[in-house]
């Protein structure tokens, strides 16, 4: 169980700001909702924070330690990553047995096979599953297998982008309700992106609100169900989400 | 889903077995994998296929014309040139698999490693390959064998140095599509190290089109390899390699015509059937067409 914290996190394309001044602090074992209209920026702070993208400026601590000035090896460790498309993020050429050993050799875990029949069993899938590779499994079951991916590494700090926004309703509950079990069975700290604010009622106990590349409003889930944003932007896309849900 | 066949043991040989499938179902390639079938079996028997000795000398027989004893007659020195045909054979498959057993893995390399690094490297990389492939091949390659002296395996060294390159942007092209998806973002996650990201994801996705490029560069490489045996640059005359046949048989061409149609002709079904065989496998391994066929 460890903290996020981000503090004044800005990058640029070129003379492009994509990101100006984010700060967040998620608590241990706390899952934050990052929410606003494509093109806000939410899936960039993931990216920074897993540091898949490095010029940023700011800083971002996990479990109080400077994720830059974190070696490789812990990082890894640290910080793990869900994304969005369950169809591009399983290489299709291996199967669900190598997907989940990379990282196992990668960091030279002991008891290998105890690890992959844990991972496996623990996002609910059969062991028979190994064997396959990613064109026989469902979009569920392939999101599935990311997470086993990403808990192997026993990480204490999982970054969702969006995990089940490709996935049809009934397979959104399934895989939403294991993230929650994960969460209150293991204590993540969940920094989760989602457009879906019923995904971030469900889940999350508090969320920021992006706009353009800035953070507009920190909300807890009370202000959600009564829409008590202040931020015009935030009240605006609370209640079209409201009237939504209720046209539905 | 459970109907699913659980794949148990050598996970290479049940798509293999769907890429042969693929190709006899499609008549050219059908044809072009049964030519390059007979030309590994003819290769592989040649010693039991062969009327004569490829190499002995008879000159109370030159210049025979097709049947009596000689099937495609003999040449201006009464050898046998069915038989020397049929030896051939070794010495076309040699240069080819060598050529492509240098070529392949360089290329591969080259190319996914510059795509993957970028940068500087990249741009460093793709410069000499643009030096390579701003002369033609056939010049280049001339050029080569002229420096290293005219053999055999000199020629083989020649045509490979001059067909990495196209291999080599083929995988660098193929390298920057899939350096940017989620799974190689997921490998860096994990702490994958460059050359195990190159080696582990992005080669085994950049195979298949390599494969299919380098069974149409055989046909080429045939061709390389006769034009340069034909400029007396390739293989050194006592050996019946079919450029250097025609390169002697010219002189005689108008009185003996068989000297030139019968090594003509196995070269161009030769590398007529790589080609077909090459556009077979496009077909075969397209990706669209590849999940098509792997969904059950």
Request: aromatic residues 18%; without cysteine.
């Given at each position: 169980m460890k903290p996020v914290d981000v503090e004044d996190l800005s990058i640029r394309l070129g003379d492009v700001p994509i990101l100006s001044g984010i700060g967040f602090s998620v608590a241990a074992g706390e899952c934050f909702g990052l929410v606003g209209e494509s093109g806000s920026g939410k899936s960039t702070v993931l990216r920074c924070i897993a540091q898949l993208m490095v010029h940023w400026q700011g800083r971002i601590r996990i479990g109080g330690t400077d994720i830059r000035r974190m070696p490789l090896q812990e990082r890894c460790r640290s910080v793990q990553m869900v994304f969005q498309d369950p169809y591009g993020s399983l290489h299709p050429r291996q199967s669900v047995r190598t997907a989940l050993s990379e990282p196992i050799r990668i960091h030279r875990l002991d008891r290998p096979q105890e690890r992959l029949e844990r991972a496996l069993t623990e996002v609910g899938?059969?062991?028979?599953?190994?064997?396959?590779?990613?064109?026989?499994?469902s979009g569920g079951q392939r999101q599935r297998v990311a997470i086993a991916r990403a808990l192997i590494l026993e990480p204490a700090v999982l970054l969702l982008d969006e995990p089940t926004s490709a996935l049809d309703v009934s397979v959104q509950a399934e895989v939403l309700n294991l993230l929650s079990e994960l969460r209150r069975r293991r204590g993540f700290t969940y920094v989760m992106v989602s457009h879906d604010l019923a995904v971030i009622d469900h889940m999350c106990d508090r969320l920021a609100v992006m706009q353009a590349g800035r953070i507009v409003e920190i909300l807890d889930r009370a202000a959600l169900i009564g829409n008590g944003a202040r931020h015009p932007y935030a009240r605006q896309l609370i209640e079209a989400s409201l009237e939504h849900e209720r046209g539905r | 889903m459970t109907a699913l066949p659980r794949s148990t043991g050598l996970p290479l040989l049940r798509p293999l077995g769907n890429i042969l499938r693929a190709l006899l179902r499609n008549p050219p390639s059908a044809f072009g994998l049964t030519i390059i079938g007979l030309l590994l079996l003819i290769a592989l028997f040649a010693p039991l296929l062969a009327?004569?000795?490829?190499?002995a000398v008879d000159l109370d027989n030159t210049l025979r014309p097709p049947g009596g004893g000689h099937l495609f007659g003999t040449d201006e020195l009464g050898r046998d040139i069915y038989s020397r045909l049929v030896f051939g054979t070794r010495i076309t498959l040699r240069i080819i698999a060598l050529v492509t057993v240098i070529v392949g893995p360089i290329g591969l390399i080259i190319g996914t490693a510059s795509g993957y690094v970028g940068g500087l490297f990249d741009r460093i990389m793709m410069r000499i390959t643009d030096i390579f492939l701003s002369f033609p091949a056939l010049i280049l390659s001339l050029a080569f064998v002229a420096a290293l002296g005219p053999s055999l395996n000199n020629a083989i060294i020649a045509i490979a140095l001059t067909s990495w390159p196209p291999i080599a942007r083929l995988a660098r092209a193929e390298t920057l599509t899939f350096r940017a998806t989620d799974y190689v973002a997921a490998a860096r996650l994990q702490g994958a190290s460059t050359l195990r990201i190159i080696v582990r994801s992005i080669m085994p996705m950049c195979l298949p089109s390599v494969v299919i490029r380098l069974t149409l560069n055989m046909a080429t490489v045939i061709l390389t390899a006769a034009g340069l045996g034909f400029l007396g640059l390739g293989a050194q005359p006592p050996l019946p390699e079919w450029g250097a046949m025609i390169a002697t048989g010219r002189r005689y061409m108008?009185?003996?015509?068989?000297l030139v149609t019968f090594p003509g002709l196995a070269i161009l079904l030769v590398s007529l059937a790589f080609n077909l065989v090459g556009d077979g496998l496009r077909d075969a391994l397209d990706p669209r067409q590849m999940t098509g066929r792997a969904m059950p």
């Open positions: 899938l059969p062991l028979h599953f190994l064997d396959r590779f990613p064109h026989q499994l | 009327t004569h000795d490829p190499h108008i009185d003996s015509w068989w």
